[in-house]
């Protein structure tokens, strides 16, 4: 049995869903890549919201730049002139640009590589954590890997 509809809205529970994360759009200072970490814009002078991260162990991270959303809230986000949107993972299975060696299970906080994270070591504190490597990278490089955002 098919079902072919259109122009209506459903309200119900979803059992599953194709993609794996959660995103919400923002308004942004650039176009960024799927991976990139992101943050509250610090002065958000142009009216943006979020930019890359900039330094290490930022308290101010929000999340990664989504691939495919499995929900996108805000999505009817505009961004005045100048400015752009972007779909930021803030929870969920995401593909994220990292550096350095990560271990799957670390804790991933931004590093000094703009929109880049790394692993955060034990003196980090949940505030600067965006969240957790789901599979290692061997190369002190770098490089891509899936993570699971918000899991502290």
């Not at 490597?133 to 061997?138: D, Q, S, V």
């Amino acid at each position: 049995n098919t079902v072919t509809a259109s122009a209506m809205k459903f309200h119900g529970t979803a059992t599953h869903a194709q993609y794996a994360d959660v995103a919400e759009m923002y308004t942004s200072d650039a176009q960024h890549e799927p991976g990139t970490v992101m943050m509250f814009s610090p002065d958000g002078t142009a009216g943006e919201e979020v930019c890359a991260t900039l330094h290490e162990k930022d308290p101010k991270m929000l999340g990664v730049v989504t691939t495919n959303p499995a929900l996108l809230m805000n999505s009817a986000c505009e961004a005045p002139e100048g400015l752009f949107t972007v779909g930021v993972a803030l929870l969920g299975r995401v593909p994220c640009k990292v550096t350095g060696i990560v271990r799957k299970g670390d804790r991933l906080v931004s590093s000094n590589v703009p929109g880049h994270a790394m692993t955060g070591g034990d003196d980090c504190r949940w505030t600067h954590v965006v969240g957790r490597a789901l599979e290692n990278k061997t190369t002190e490089g770098e490089g891509v890997i899936e993570v699971i955002v918000g899991v502290k």
